[in-house]
Nanobody, 126 residues
Framework: QVQLVESGGGLVQAGGSLRLSCAASGRTFSRYAMGWFRQAPGKEREYVAGIGWRGGRSSYADSVQGRFTISRDNVQNTVYLQMNTLKPEDTAVYYC???????????????????WGQGTQVTVSS
């Protein structure tokens, strides 16, 4: 049974930083692309960042490009999202998800991911 557990969310002032973690179990995690998504109240879930199964390629939504960095540790079965220069519009519940087997970083639709964590709340105050 695949399990994803996100952590690291919280309340931070605008301009601050947070590092989200997603611990995975129940699958050969290292063979799968991984992604981070977020969902704000009243809005659809949106793509934030993705990383290929080898970790060498990553992609980002335009809104976070240059501020967020996705990475993974295939030994620890963990994927990270380093978030810098946070803005109030980054406030949302952040989810990690398992993508395609031997997938690259470019899958941006939620339908391309088949397992999801429970989410972690990120709140950025102005």
């Amino acid at each position: 049974q695949v399990q994803l557990v996100e952590s690291g969310g919280g309340l931070v002032q605008a301009g601050g930083s947070l590092r989200l973690s997603c611990a995975a179990s129940g699958r050969t995690f290292s063979r799968y692309a991984m992604g981070w998504f977020r969902q704000a109240p009243g809005k659809e879930r949106e793509y934030v960042a993705g990383i290929g199964w080898r970790g060498g390629r990553s992609s980002y939504a335009d809104s976070v490009q240059g501020r967020f960095t996705i990475s993974r540790d295939n030994v620890q079965n963990t994927v990270y999202l380093q978030m810098n220069t946070l803005k109030p519009e980054d406030t949302a519940v952040y989810y990690c998800a398992v993508g395609r087997l031997f997938g690259d970083s470019g899958d941006v639709r939620p339908s391309e991911y088949d397992y999801w964590g429970q989410g972690t709340q990120v709140t950025v105050s102005s």
